[in-house]
Structures are given as structure tokens and as C-alpha cells.
């Protein structure tokens, strides 16, 4: 049996498609399937140094291999480079030894998809957001109150959390 023409499969349940190409002189086996996307990637924010994942599975028979694509463009991985800071991973996650995000490197930051294919196809998943986390300012006056009566209610007696807030709303109305 040979495929003769190619068709798309969208499917708005799972929001991932399945493409198959023109197949010439190959056979098609019966156990064999094209792939599709079983476990689609999530939304991260990271901060800039940390390790993320983003994860992806797909099944097919045969087994299918998985690229990952940022914002269009094919990501590099340690299978391309091995001092590459992006790790695929046997599942077909993609690890990121530590997030980058500056002027020197390509950012990691943007729209992921994961793409896994085999003879009879590939699927695509649905987007993912890398974002880095801006680095966060000093705790508003409300935050340390409310964590001043949390810490009060649970490891100070009575007297030792009344001069605390005190202190605290002294600070906080500028006094």
C-alpha cells in the first residue's frame, strides 16, 4: 500500500495536528501508526540561571523522533551541539540546564512547539510560553504586614507581636 496523496488531520479536542507526507516506495506495516502528541507542552516563567522543562510525548509506531521549534525556528539542542545548554531528553522534553536571557546569547524566552514525525507523519503541539521572571522589588508594606501577622499568630506571644506591629506601622507611616 502506498500513499499517493497528502492530507492534514486537525483535531480542535487535543489542539495538535497530524500531517502525513507523500510516502513513495515504502510499505506500510499494519501495526504502524503515525504519530501523535500525548502529553503537551505547559506555559513556564523562570528566572533567568534556573533549570526548566518543557515537556512533550508523543507515540507512533515506529517510535517517533521529537524536534522542538522556538518561535519558528528549529531549537538547538546538545544532539547538535554538545555545549549546547538545551538538552533533549529520551521522553522528548526539553531541558534547559539553566535559562538565558541577555545581549551576548539568543534569549530562551518565547512560543514553543514540539514537533514529533516517522514515516507516516508528524504532529505538532500545541504553544508553549517560556517567559523569564522580572526580578521582583521589595515586599509591599501590606506583604510584610500580612506576614507579620502570620508570623505572629504562630511563633510569638501576644505582647512580643504587639510591639512588632508597632514597629512595623511606625516604619510603614514614615514616623
Known sequence: MRVRNAFILQSDQCKSHVMSPLVSGS??????SPPRIVEHPSDLIVSKGEPATLNCKAEGRPAPTVEWYKDGERVETDRD?????RMLLPSGSLFFLRIVHGRRSKPDDGSYV???RNYLGQAVSHNASLEVASKMGPPSAEAHKNRLSSVCNTHYDVT???WMQRQHNN????A
Open 27 to 32: 510499505r506500510l506495516r499494519q501495526d504502524d
Open 81 to 85: 551541539n554538545p555545549r549546547s545548554h
Open 114 to 116: 514540539c514537533v514529533a
Open 160 to 162: 512580643n507581636c504587639l
Open 171 to 174: 516604619c510603614s507611616s514614615g
